[in-house]
């Protein structure tokens, strides 16, 4: 069976030729390589945003940056570059691949190569790496119709005293192992808890859970990424005059909700059809709250990139 979940894209065979930028420098995808002696594939010592284009701009630019600027100054990885040169070096890339719309950017910064396998940043020779990959990536309009399915982990969202949950960064393993027990257990993504046993986040994605009609649940963010899109969805759901909870909350809730969905900046609002086997609603559509926030972070995506 075809892998399923919040990041399924069209097959685009441009992708097979663009060109990957690794320290400024512009490579083929087959020859675009890390060395490795590199901090990040080493021990997982770097930070990266993920961001989509329309018309040729990135949207929410600034809250990218930001985050990626405040997780690199919490590990005192030096970036080396402004937000505008890092910007500079984005839009270099997607005019070399004639790139406008329809386009997932990861940036990814490392500390730089090590001189022999260790976790000691000072034995860092050089950095930082930066390596900027845009590719050709449009959501499969399926997606949203069909919705996934969630299963829950029993690995726990991690404590800030030892990793916050808020680093973007290139230590993900516990996410990969969570994603593998819903897998496994024949789900397409994994909810997780926070350490209290209350609803967190997904592996890849923040999740939402609407009750009583017209109330939109989240967790209090203590524990789970600070994802853009999640913010975004909160801020326009708030203009509209929506009730909006940030709250502790279990799966006892989630069982009963009303809709359910999760959100991430390349698939924006994904709806979630079934928790640990329980159908959300009926399962299916109409699910009119999801619908109009969706509708609604779209304007919010054309407004970030407008003149």
């Known amino acids: 069976m075809a892998a399923h979940g919040t990041h399924n894209a069209l097959d685009d065979p441009r992708n097979e030729s663009v060109l990957i930028s690794i320290n400024g420098e512009l490579i083929p995808r087959p020859d675009a390589k890390i060395s490795v002696f590199d901090s990040g594939f080493l021990v997982g010592d770097g930070v990266w945003e993920g961001m989509r284009v329309y018309g040729g701009k990135l949207a929410f630019a600034d809250e990218?940056?930001?985050?990626?600027?405040?997780?690199?100054?919490?590990?005192?990885?030096?970036?080396?570059?402004?937000?505008?040169?890092?910007?500079?070096?984005?839009?270099?890339?997607?005019?070399?691949?004639?790139?406008t719309d329809g386009v997932h950017v990861r940036l990814m910064v490392t500390r730089g190569n090590k001189k022999t396998p260790s976790q000691d940043p000072r034995l860092a020779l050089w950095g930082p790496n930066i390596v900027i990959i845009a590719e050709h990536k449009s959501v499969d309009p399926t997606t949203y119709e069909r919705g996934i399915t969630l299963f829950t982990s029993t690995v726990r969202r991690g404590s800030p005293d030892y990793l916050d949950p808020r680093f973007n960064c290139h230590s993900k393993l516990h996410e990969v192992i969570a994603l593998n027990q819903a897998l496994?257990?024949?789900?397409?993504?994994?909810?997780?808890?926070?350490?209290?046993?209350?609803?967190s986040t997904c592996n890849a994605t923040n999740f939402f859970i609407v009750k009583n009609g017209d109330e939109l649940w989240t967790s209090t963010g203590k524990y789970c990424m600070n994802g853009i899109t999640r913010g975004k969805v909160l801020e326009v759901a708030r203009a509209h005059g929506m009730t909006t909870l940030e709250k502790d909350f279990s799966l006892y809730d989630t069982y009963s909700a009303d809709e359910a969905f999760v959100t991430g900046t390349f698939g924006g609002l994904t709806p979630v059809t079934a928790i640990d086997g329980n159908p959300v609603g009926s399962g299916a559509p109409p699910r009119p709250v999801t619908d109009q926030l969706r509708n609604w972070y779209e304007d919010a995506v054309q407004a970030s990139v407008s003149p």
Do not use: P, Q, W, Y
Not at 69 to 87: C, M, Q, V
Not at 194 to 199: A, R
């Open 64 to 99: 990218h940056f930001s985050r990626l600027e405040e997780a690199a100054k919490a590990i005192s990885l030096d970036i080396g570059l402004t937000r505008n040169e890092l910007a500079t070096r984005i839009d270099e890339v997607l005019k070399a691949n004639n790139m």
């Open 184 to 199: 496994a257990a024949g789900a397409d993504e994994a909810l997780m808890l926070d350490l209290h046993g209350f609803v």
